[in-house]
């Protein structure tokens, strides 16, 4: 069983910038891809970011590329969505999850076996 736990989500201004911390309970680098999603009130969930377990690959929706990045550091089993100029549309609950590089690859978000609590993204104008 593998936990995830976000954290460094909070309310901040148009245009600033803040990094979220996802944190696996046990070794998944080496087995899975890390992921972030997002949900706004209302919406359905979103996909964000992802990255292979190594690093190597990673993938950012078209629609956040120039403004979001995600990274990944094996020794502390921890990814990271840094976020920056952020904009009222961005407001929502990040949620990190985690499974094998393939359902990532086919965008097979259903299918991710292992999700975080969320952490809350607000971002006022």
């Known amino acids: 069983q593998v936990q995830l736990v976000e954290s460094g989500g909070g309310s901040v201004q148009t245009g600033d910038s803040l990094r979220l911390s996802c944190a696996a309970s046990?070794?998944?680098?080496?087995?899975?891809?890390m992921g972030w999603f997002r949900q706004a009130p209302g919406q359905e969930r979103e996909f964000v970011a992802a990255?292979?377990?190594?690093?190597?690959?990673?993938w950012v929706a078209d629609s956040l590329k120039g403004r979001f990045t995600i990274s990944v550091d094996n020794a502390l089993n921890t990814v990271y969505l840094q976020m920056n100029n952020l904009r009222p549309e961005d407001t929502a609950v990040y949620y990190c999850?985690?499974?094998?590089?393939?359902?990532?690859?086919?965008?097979?978000?259903?299918?991710?076996?292992?999700w975080g609590q969320g952490t809350q993204v607000t971002v006022s104008t």
């Open positions: 990255a292979s377990w190594s690093g190597s690959n990673t």
């Open positions: 046990r070794r998944t680098f080496g087995t899975y891809s």
């Open positions: 999850a985690a499974d094998i590089e393939k359902w990532f690859c086919e965008a097979r978000w259903g299918t991710l076996s292992y």
